[in-house]
């Protein structure tokens, strides 16, 4: 299969295509992965920097149960944009908009009695129950409650849900290391976690999702999938354990394509400098392109001299600094005219480096290669139908 092709890129300085019926052929994947379980695609962070909105349509159509986002203000956008059914968001700060996520029918998680406080009250003066899922810390030392402070958490929240405030929907945590097959860490959290949800039945609860499973307990950790599953980054076509396989391994496909025109061709003679500091010095007569994106589109800077870019069908390396708007790459005898494209990273269908390779280039994972990629940068979809639109 060749690379998608993005019409309305045009001649775009720059621009992140995003290939909806990949993500929709991610979802049924990882639907298959977990037969017995609702799926809840995650859109935090405008859906890993993919567009929230359209990738949240797409991922419905596909059969998606429920959505995810990570604040409050992301699962309000959703239904700003007319996406009903199941949402749930989970980072919540004191003060937050409880009562508007109550209005909505947002499902939204309680960690601590602070928050059990703020949205009952929430409630009463919406004059309906909200609708609240349950978050134990079972090892990842994030948001959640202790399991020496879930028997109260558990014990008020029945007390509330029995005086009619909240309808606890869900009790759920999250892995530390489900990334690393086998680390020691995830039979202990599963552990914490089967005991949570065993002292909040005993404490009269009945939540109709228990949840803990991320991309990769999704794809690797079936006696993770309780009721639902949670896939973020897998959705979006890459691997969550590259340690074990990329994305093809898992019948998955990357959703996202960068690619930017250039900007400049020249030829310079040897001994030229190139971008801040001259770290990149032409070791002799040499063409060098200019790719109009910087570390303000996302680019990391610390993947200076290391990333990887296909111009004119190889793979070209940056050449010294990445700029705030702009890097170079040395074609060395290879020709180039301005306005040819320059491919980041994508599925790798013609030969062009992937998010993984970015992510190796600069030490990091693949899910900040693609998050960070900034608002500058225009999403064009491919696959989206009746409705598009950068959401």
Same mark, same amino acid.
């Given at each position: *299969?060749?690379?998608?092709?993005?019409?309305?890129?045009?001649?775009?300085?720059?621009?992140?295509?995003?290939?909806?019926?990949?993500?929709? &052929?991610?979802?049924?994947?990882?639907? =298959?992965?977990?037969?017995?379980?609702?799926? *809840?695609?995650?859109?935090?962070?405008?859906?890993?920097?993919?567009?929230?909105?359209?990738?949240? #349509?797409?991922?419905?159509?596909?059969?998606?149960?429920?959505?995810?986002?990570?604040?409050?203000?992301?699962?309000? &956008?959703?239904?700003?944009?007319?996406?009903?059914?199941?949402?749930?968001?989970?980072?919540?700060?004191?003060?937050?908009?409880?009562?508007?996520?109550?209005?909505?029918? +947002?499902?939204?998680?309680?960690?601590?009695?602070?928050?059990?406080?703020?949205?009952?009250?929430?409630?009463?003066?919406?004059?309906?129950?909200?609708?609240?899922?349950?978050?134990?810390?079972?090892?990842?030392?994030?948001?959640? &409650?202790?399991?020496?402070?879930?028997?109260?958490?558990?014990?008020?929240?029945?007390? &509330?849900?029995?005086?009619?405030?909240? #309808?606890?929907? /869900?009790?759920?945590?999250?892995?530390?290391? =489900?990334?690393?097959?086998?680390?020691?860490?995830?039979?202990?959290?599963?552990?914490? !976690?089967?005991?949570?949800?065993?002292? %909040?039945? $005993?404490?009269?609860?009945?939540?109709? @999702?228990?949840?803990?499973?991320?991309?990769?307990?999704?794809?690797?950790?079936?006696?993770?999938?309780?009721?639902?599953?949670?896939?973020?980054?897998?959705?979006?076509? +890459?691997?969550?354990?590259?340690?074990?396989?990329?994305?093809?391994? !898992? /019948?998955?496909?990357?959703? *996202?394509?960068?690619?930017?025109?250039?900007?400049?061709?020249?030829?310079?003679?040897?001994?030229?400098?190139?971008?801040?500091?001259?770290?990149?010095?032409?070791?002799?007569?040499?063409?060098? %392109?200019?790719?109009?994106?910087?570390?303000?589109?996302?680019?990391?800077?610390?993947?200076?001299?290391?990333?990887?870019?296909?111009? =004119?069908?190889?793979?070209?390396?940056?050449?010294? #600094? @990445? %700029?705030?708007?702009? !890097?170079?790459?040395?074609?060395?005898?290879?020709?180039?005219?301005?306005?040819?494209?320059?491919?980041? !990273?994508?599925?790798?269908?013609?030969?062009?480096?992937?998010?993984? $390779?970015? =992510?190796?280039?600069? /030490?990091?994972?693949?899910?900040?290669?693609?998050?960070?990629?900034?608002?500058?940068?225009? #999403?064009?979809?491919?696959?989206?139908?009746?409705?598009?639109?950068?959401?």
């Amino acid at each position: *299969m060749g690379r998608m092709t993005y019409e309305d890129s045009g001649m775009l300085r720059a621009y992140a295509g995003i290939d909806l019926d990949a993500l929709r &052929a991610n979802v049924r994947t990882l639907r =298959a992965k977990a037969p017995g379980a609702a799926f *809840m695609a995650v859109l935090k962070a405008d859906a890993y920097g993919h567009g929230m909105v359209p990738c949240a #349509r797409a991922a419905r159509e596909a059969g998606a149960d429920w959505l995810g986002t990570a604040t409050p203000e992301e699962a309000l &956008a959703l239904r700003a944009a007319g996406l009903g059914g199941r949402v749930l968001c989970w980072l919540w700060t004191p003060g937050g908009p409880w009562r508007a996520c109550v209005d909505a029918d +947002i499902d939204v998680t309680v960690s601590a009695r602070w928050a059990l406080t703020e949205v009952t009250l929430a409630a009463r003066a919406a004059g309906r129950p909200a609708r609240v899922q349950l978050k134990i810390d079972a090892g990842l030392g994030r948001n959640g &409650a202790q399991p020496a402070d879930w028997p109260d958490l558990v014990h008020a929240a029945r007390a &509330a849900e029995r005086d009619g405030l909240i #309808r606890v929907t /869900g009790v759920w945590a999250h892995f530390s290391c =489900a990334d690393e097959p086998g680390h020691p860490s995830i039979d202990r959290e599963l552990a914490v !976690f089967r005991r949570a949800l065993r002292q %909040a039945e $005993d404490a009269g609860l009945t939540p109709e @999702v228990r949840h803990i499973a991320n991309s990769p307990g999704t794809l690797t950790l079936p006696e993770s999938h309780f009721d639902l599953v949670r896939p973020g980054v897998a959705m979006y076509g +890459i691997s969550p354990v590259p340690q074990l396989g990329g994305p093809a391994d !898992f /019948g998955l496909r990357p959703v *996202m394509t960068l690619a930017a025109r250039l900007a400049s061709v020249k030829r310079v003679p040897g001994g030229h400098g190139v971008s801040y500091g001259h770290h990149y010095v032409t070791p002799g007569e040499t063409t060098l %392109a200019l790719v109009p994106l910087g570390y303000a589109d996302g680019v990391p800077r610390h993947a200076s001299s290391a990333g990887p870019v296909l111009v =004119a069908g190889k793979w070209r390396t940056v050449a010294g #600094r @990445v %700029a705030m708007d702009q !890097f170079v790459v040395d074609l060395g005898g290879d020709a180039a005219s301005p306005g040819d494209e320059a491919v980041l !990273f994508g599925p790798g269908d013609d030969g062009e480096p992937t998010a993984e $390779d970015w =992510a190796r280039a600069a /030490g990091t994972i693949a899910y900040e290669i693609v998050t960070r990629v900034g608002a500058r940068v225009p #999403r064009v979809y491919a696959g989206a139908g009746p409705v598009a639109g950068n959401g």
